[in-house]
């Protein structure tokens, strides 16, 4: 692991960059950077970056983390906030090569402000967690990627921002369980052949607003709202 905060402390990083290298196992994770325990990060420009399978930045155990500018970025997930974790960013950009930009879980709190967020998967938001995103642009590039999944009594909301999956049978927007996401202002599109713009099962509720529209291959539905 790059670098490590437990406990109480507090970390402040300016520029540069922080590199976890090594390989994972079950007991053992090497972050970029990993906060824990009650530890308050601050990180404003720079790299974070995790090699190989690792998570660029890991978040748990009511850690509160922000991130002003710079790149996070990892083959595996970008961008992990879990237990209950705070995690604010502004501006930059959070990529998951081959997994997901963005994963939230277990009531962890995730606001993204003037970002992108690019992964197989772009946003994955499960287990009760709660992600705002505003003037945001999240993509799912994977084949049978999702730019946004929201499961599992998660909470979604986008204001003026842009979902989108590139893949061939990708979709823009997928929620189902009890979650329920709410677009205001925004364009939800899938360009692949055989792509989704929105697909809603379960008891998921999706909510949009103020002309948000979803598109798929060519052809754009302007939508309000769809339980």
Same mark, same amino acid.
């Given at each position: 692991?790059?670098?490590?905060?437990?406990?109480?402390?507090?970390?402040?990083?300016?520029?540069?960059?922080?590199?976890?290298?090594?390989?994972?196992?079950?007991?053992?994770?090497?972050?970029?950077?990993?906060?824990?325990?009650?530890?308050?990060?601050?990180?404003?420009?720079?790299?974070?970056?995790?090699?190989?399978?690792?998570?660029?930045?890991?978040?748990?155990?009511?850690?509160?983390?922000?991130?002003?500018?710079?790149?996070?970025?990892?083959?595996?997930?970008?961008?992990?906030?879990?237990?209950?974790?705070?995690?604010?960013?502004?501006?930059?950009?959070?990529?998951?090569?081959? @997994?997901?930009?963005?994963?939230?879980?277990?009531?962890?709190?995730?606001?993204?402000?003037?970002?992108?967020?690019?992964?197989?998967?772009?946003?994955?938001?499960?287990?009760?967690?709660?992600?705002?995103?505003?003037?945001?642009?999240?993509?799912?590039?994977?084949?049978?990627?999702?730019?946004?999944?929201?499961?599992?009594?998660?909470?979604?909301?986008?204001?003026? @921002?842009?979902?989108?999956?590139? @893949?061939?049978?990708?979709?823009?927007?997928?929620?189902?369980?009890?979650?329920?996401?709410?677009?205001?202002?925004?364009?939800?599109?899938?360009?692949?052949?055989?792509?989704?713009?929105?697909?809603?099962?379960?008891?998921?509720?999706?909510?949009?607003?103020?002309?948000?529209?979803?598109?798929?291959?060519?052809?754009?539905?302007?939508?309000?709202?769809?339980?």
């Amino acid at each position: 692991t790059g670098l490590y905060a437990d406990s109480s402390t507090t970390v402040n990083v300016s520029g540069g960059t922080i590199t976890g290298n090594g390989v994972s196992s079950e007991s053992s994770r090497a972050y970029g950077l990993s906060a824990n325990g009650s530890s308050t990060v601050n990180v404003s420009g720079g790299t974070i970056t995790g090699s190989g399978d690792n998570t660029g930045l890991n978040a748990a155990g009511s850690s509160q983390v922000t991130v002003s500018g710079g790149n996070i970025s990892s083959n595996n997930t970008g961008l992990n906030a879990g237990n209950s974790a705070g995690v604010t960013v502004r501006g930059g950009t959070i990529t998951g090569t081959y @997994g997901r930009g963005l994963f939230a879980y277990g009531n962890s709190n995730v606001s993204v402000s003037n970002g992108n967020i690019i992964g197989y998967n772009g946003l994955y938001a499960v287990g009760s967690s709660r992600v705002n995103i505003s003037n945001g642009n999240i993509t799912g590039d994977g084949r049978y990627g999702y730019g946004l999944y929201a499961g599992d009594n998660s909470y979604v909301n986008i204001s003026n @921002g842009t979902i989108s999956a590139s @893949g061939t049978s990708g979709i823009g927007l997928n929620a189902l369980g009890s979650s329920r996401v709410t677009v205001s202002n925004g364009n939800i599109t899938a360009n692949g052949t055989n792509g989704t713009g929105l697909s809603a099962n379960g008891s998921s509720t999706v909510d949009f607003n103020n002309g948000t529209t979803v598109s798929y291959t060519h052809l754009t539905l302007p939508t309000k709202r769809i339980v």
